[in-house]
């Protein structure tokens, strides 16, 4: 007998969100591991839009952050040490290599408020939500009762 499950469009929507940031990211360091991605959280704070990235070992220099199309691109290049030749390697576990994300942004973001810091290996890109995006509240006012 087959058991019913009810749907939940809400956990399919999440999933899938899930699934884009786990799948969308390459950085091989040989072509076994070509499921690998650094580490990425969204939340918002204080108004803002805030993308964080796990990228030790990376030179701030090998960063570029673009908004073009009303998209925010992020590329990073990790570099394997060059002072270290391939068959001097006893083991290696770091993957090397680039990697770029492309997200949308929310519609009236303003492009050249958008601020980006890099702090401990960890990369934090801050977009400033448009108004029209914040939540608003509503006051409910009480109408006085009318003799009728």
């Known amino acids: ?3 019913l499950v009810r749907r939940n469009p809400i956990n ?3 999933e899938e969100f899930d699934n884009m940031f786990r799948h969308s990211w390459t950085w091989p360091a040989s072509p076994a591991r ?3 991605g650094p580490a990425v959280e969204s939340y918002t704070k204080e108004n803002q ?3 964080r990235f796990a990228i030790p070992g990376v030179d ?3 960063i ?3 908004t073009v199309n009303n998209h925010l691109t992020v590329k990073v290049e990790r570099k394997a040490p060059a002072d270290v030749k391939e068959g001097d390697w006893h083991l290696q ?3 090397y290599g ?3 994300q492309a997200v949308a942004l929310p519609r009236g973001t303003d492009s050249e408020a958008v601020s980006a810091s890099f702090k401990n290996g960890v990369l934090e890109v801050a977009i400033p939500l448009p108004k029209a995006t914040l939540p608003k509240k509503i006051e409910v006012k009480e109408l006085a009762e009318t003799n009728r």
């Open 60 to 62: 701030p220099k090998d």
């Open 1 to 3: 007998m087959l058991t």
């Open 93 to 95: 576990s770091f993957s």
């Open 98 to 100: 680039k990697f770029e």
């Open 12 to 14: 399919e929507v999440l």
């Open 34 to 36: 070509l499921d690998f």
């Open 49 to 51: 839009l805030v993308y």
């Open 64 to 66: 570029d952050i673009t």
